[in-house]
């Protein structure tokens, strides 16, 4: 024989001769049997007997189940949880170049343009001419509009002067550029500095680090270009990226190569029911 009993607060509890407990159900299925949202104000303890109070786990252990008839037990985990209003890494594009840039090489005059600003056109020649890198090219998605996005890009830089005995030097400058508008620049310069032992050869690594905020939702191009501003010898050899020539012993194409990563970090938000 079954007995109902009825509560203001919780409904219904039902209440089986086998001690069988409904809330907000007339027919439990378990020795509990609880149908609609639960409050818990205080720990929640597993594992006790009839003797001995349960266990409430430590500060940050979560309840994993352990399979059908088996009680559950508290876990460490090695899971960082994130709460809301941090940020979070949401993806890395990490690529690499060994073609780099050859066409700003000896014979080729500077463009002779020292500024930019951020939303320049990389195909605007009156603000550059740019050259790209273009095994750094990478394509993705924002899907939070709080957010951050990371660039960190290296490349080896080499020049060579026509004469091995004299000083010369090539003023340049790399960027990052967003579906073709600027959004980080660094200028630079690589001086020869009379390197008679190494055929008048000089190598440099180049960096650019910048982080981007808010950067819009939607799909996104990332491209990294770099142009020549001036030079004391037009005739210097200057590459980006790789080696100025196959036959020189200074340096190859592995050692200058150009590497670009992006972090993407978007801002932690949770929907509430």
């Not at 690499?96 to 320049?120: E, F, M, P, R």
């Not at 020869?192 to 982080?211: A, H």
Request: proline share 2%; charged share 20%; net charge positive.
């Amino acid at each position: 024989m079954k007995r109902i009993m009825y509560g203001c607060a919780a409904g219904f509890l039902s209440l089986h001769s086998y001690a069988q407990v409904g809330i907000g159900t007339s027919s439990p299925k378990s020795i509990l049997d609880v149908n609609g949202k639960t409050t818990l104000r205080k720990e929640l303890r597993v594992g006790g007997t009839s003797a001995q109070i349960g266990n409430a786990g430590l500060n940050g252990q979560v309840l994993v189940s352990q399979g059908d008839g088996l009680p559950p037990v508290w876990k460490s985990l090695n899971v960082s949880f994130m709460e809301e209003g941090q940020y979070k890494l949401i993806n890395s594009y990490l690529s690499s170049d060994q073609a780099g840039i050859t066409d700003l090489s000896d014979g080729i005059a500077a463009d002779n343009i020292y500024k930019n600003n951020v939303g320049d056109d990389i195909a605007d020649t009156s603000k550059g001419k740019w050259s790209k890198i273009t095994g750094l090219e990478n394509n993705f998605i924002i899907k939070n509009g709080k957010n951050r996005l990371t660039y960190q890009f290296q490349t080896g830089i080499e020049m060579k002067a026509p004469n091995a005995a004299a000083s010369q030097s090539v003023t340049f400058t790399c960027g990052v550029f967003r579906n073709g508008k600027l959004v980080a620049v660094r200028p630079d310069k690589v001086v020869s500095n009379n390197n008679t032992e190494k055929s008048g050869i000089q190598d440099y690594i180049f960096t650019l680090n910048y982080t981007e905020q808010n950067v819009p939702v939607g799909a996104q191009k990332l491209e990294v270009a770099c142009r020549k501003i001036n030079t004391s010898n037009v005739n210097s050899q200057f590459t980006v990226g790789r080696n100025v020539s196959d036959t020189n012993t200074v340096s190859n194409a592995f050692t200058l190569e150009s590497v670009m990563k992006i972090d993407v970090i978007e801002y932690v938000t949770y929907k509430s029911n």
